[in-house]
């Protein structure tokens, strides 16, 4: 099976950087995501992960350590617009359908 | 840019009764899931679709679940008889090969 833990919330100021991390178990491993998704709406893609190290896109990075079992997403220059729930995600083999399970999110507040 | 997209956006519908949610997926694209995410909580895999068959499917995938491609655009999830569990969000989602998956905006189930 898979076990997914992210922090449930968490608030930063305008202009400040956070970060999220998730630590994940899993039986079989092919890669892990980062999506975010405002208040009822779909997640959009942010970053992916397949191998160890640091993958930058604009002011969203995202890091991971398989070994570990970790990640984290990187958010930096914060904007109010960046205010959402933040998912991270594993996905299963080919075998297994690819399919994601998800973690239960994590809720950050960006306050002016 | 391509989008997966999604209807109805809203559908309301009475215990017992059938309900078909259509997914028109990026015309590319090989590899077809469905998710759902009850309000309030994570973003739950239920099935995953590759060359014309479910490839895996979790366990709330029973039988009054089903899914069908019935030409070579649409992407078909039916509930035969609605429970009010069934209540949530229905996220489709596409994938072209083995990289990202795309969510489609999402049909909100409410079963009375």
């Known amino acids: 099976g898979q076990n997914i833990d992210q922090p449930t919330e968490m608030t930063a100021t305008e202009g400040a950087i956070v970060q999220i991390n998730c630590t994940y178990q899993?039986?079989?491993?092919?890669?892990l995501f980062w999506y975010q998704q405002h208040a009822g709406e779909a997640p959009t893609f942010l970053s992916y992960?397949?191998?160890?190290g640091l993958e930058e896109k604009g002011r969203f990075s995202s890091f991971l350590s398989r070994s570990k079992g970790y990640s984290y997403l990187l958010l930096k220059e914060l904007q109010m617009k960046d205010s959402a729930s933040y998912l991270c995600?594993?996905?299963?083999?080919?075998?297994?359908?690819?399919?994601?399970?998800f973690g239960g999110g994590t809720r950050v507040l960006v306050k002016p | 840019e391509p989008e997966v997209t999604q209807t109805p956006s809203h559908q309301v519908t009475q215990m017992g009764q059938e309900v078909i949610l259509r997914c028109v997926p990026i015309?590319?694209?090989?590899?077809f899931y469905w998710y759902r995410q009850i309000l309030g909580q994570k973003v739950e895999f239920l099935v995953s679709?590759?060359?014309?068959?479910?490839?895996?499917k979790s366990e709330i995938f029973d039988d009054q679940f089903s899914v069908e491609r019935p030409d070579g655009s649409n992407f078909t999830l039916k509930i035969r008889s609605t429970k009010l569990e069934d209540s949530a969000m229905y996220f489709c989602?596409?994938?072209?090969?083995?990289?990202?998956?795309?969510f489609g905006p999402g049909t909100r189930l409410t079963v009375l």
């Open positions: 995600a594993v996905r299963a083999l080919k075998a297994a359908g690819n399919k994601l399970t």
């Open positions: 899993t039986s079989g491993f092919n890669g």
């Open positions: 989602a596409s994938m072209q090969g083995e990289d990202t998956q795309y």
């Open positions: 679709f590759y060359n014309n068959e479910i490839s895996e």
């Open positions: 992960n397949v191998l160890d």
């Open positions: 015309s590319n694209h090989l590899y």
